[in-house]
Every structure is written in structure tokens, then in C-alpha cells.
């Protein structure tokens, strides 16, 4: 399907469920030594990164993340660097800012703050991690396999947007859904890959994940 092209009534339903699939629907409701915000193209997940900081839900704020293939050419330099900045403007303060300007995938963004942090001497023992909506859940599943303190303490967390109002020019709607479908067999196989955890995935969920497969939503499977 083309990145711009508005899906049939049927496809869409099927997007909303794997749009909520996605989120955990955790309330943030206690403070964290960090917000760790895990980067990519969509500038909202920094904007709410930022006003969670600056709320006092945590005491540092972390982005992560390199040119990934769908923000190389869209970005002049680093995710975390752009969204960095996005906070710098909201007004975040530069002591506060943690920038890991080298990952290229969600496991990379936790093996390499994980390291950094190990140099800088930080010792943080709960996050909030930000994410887009429809990556909250293979966020925590690659969280809770990939960083090596097991007794870190995490809340999940993205832009505060129901499925109609997320789409937009930056983040087009037919990009959204393939790379939801994408995320929905990564949820599948990476656990076999040692990359994840095992999360359950409802019957009605991967039937509408096998639909948007065969109407043509496919460009961003494993």
C-alpha cells in the first residue's frame, strides 16, 4: 500500500486493533529516576518525553537513538540529537540530558544506554520509557530481556492518542499501519530470537494482523 493512500473501512478497523494491541495503557502514576525516551520520526514521543520530565517524573531524561532507515534523509543528524533539542526548547535543562546518539534498533537502544549510564556512574533503577503507541509493547518486551538488571523497575508510556487523531503528514497512515503489522510478527518470533520476551497475542489481534498482510500491508515485516 502507498504511504498516503487512506485504507478501506475493514483495514482500518483491523488497525485500531492492533493500534491498542500495542499500548499497555499504563497510568503514569509515580516518579522514576529517568525518562528514557527510545527515538525515531515521530517528534511527538520527545514532546511528550519532555513535559513528563518536566512534570517531575523523573530526574534525568534520556534519548536514544541513531539514522534508523525511516529517519535517514528525514533528520540532518541523530534522533536523539533532534529530540534532544526538541527538549532543550521546551525547556529542559542541559544537565539533565542523557544523549545515546548511536542505536539503530530497540535492542540497541537498551544495550547502549545501558552502557552509558555504566560510564557515566549512574546507577537508575526505574524508567519510564517512551515509545510510539503502536511500540509500547515490544518496548517493554525488549526492556525486560535485554537489560541486565532484572530488578529495574519500568512504566511504558507514548503520545496520549486515540487511533483516528495519530496519523499525520510526518507519520502517514499506511506507514503506521505496515510497520504495526511489522511489530505485530516481531511480538511473534523475536522471543524465539532471544530478543524479547514472550508476550501473548489474542486470537482476534494476529487474524487482523493476517489481513492487513494480504491486503497489501507487508513492507515492513521481518
Not at 525547556?91 to 546518539?101: F, H, M, N, R
Request: proline share 7%.
Amino acid at each position: 500500500m502507498s504511504a498516503g493512500s487512506a485504507p478501506a473501512p475493514d483495514a482500518h478497523q483491523d488497525a485500531e486493533t492492533l493500534y491498542e494491541y500495542h499500548q499497555l495503557h499504563t497510568k503514569i502514576d509515580r516518579k522514576a529516576d529517568a525518562v528514557f525516551c527510545l527515538c525515531s520520526l515521530d517528534i511527538r514521543v520527545a514532546e511528550r518525553a519532555a513535559q513528563l520530565f518536566l512534570d517531575g517524573f523523573g530526574d534525568y531524561l534520556i534519548f536514544s537513538g541513531g539514522s534508523g532507515k525511516l529517519t535517514h534523509g528525514r533528520f540532518d543528524k541523530p534522533e536523539a540529537e533532534i529530540f534532544a533539542d526538541i527538549a532543550r526548547q521546551l525547556g529542559v535543562p542541559e544537565t539533565k540530558l542523557i544523549v545515546e546518539p548511536h542505536s539503530t534498533n530497540t535492542g540497541e537502544n537498551v544495550r547502549f544506554t545501558y552502557a552509558l549510564l555504566q560510564e557515566k556512574h549512574l546507577s537508575i533503577r526505574s524508567f519510564i520509557l517512551v515509545q510510539k503507541p503502536y511500540m509500547e509493547r515490544r518496548t517493554y518486551a525488549t526492556f525486560k530481556k535485554q537489560w541486565p538488571d532484572p530488578d529495574t523497575e519500568i512504566q511504558v508510556t507514548s503520545p496520549q492518542l486515540p487511533w483516528k487523531d495519530y496519523p499525520n503528514d510526518d507519520n502517514p497512515v499506511d506507514l503506521v499501519i505496515n510497520i504495526a503489522v511489522g511489530d505485530l510478527i516481531r511480538i511473534r518470533e523475536y522471543p524465539a530470537k532471544g530478543f524479547q520476551i514472550h508476550q501473548d497475542i489474542p486470537d482476534e489481534v494476529w487474524a487482523a494482523g493476517q489481513r492487513l498482510i494480504q491486503g497489501g500491508y507487508s513492507s515492513h515485516l521481518p
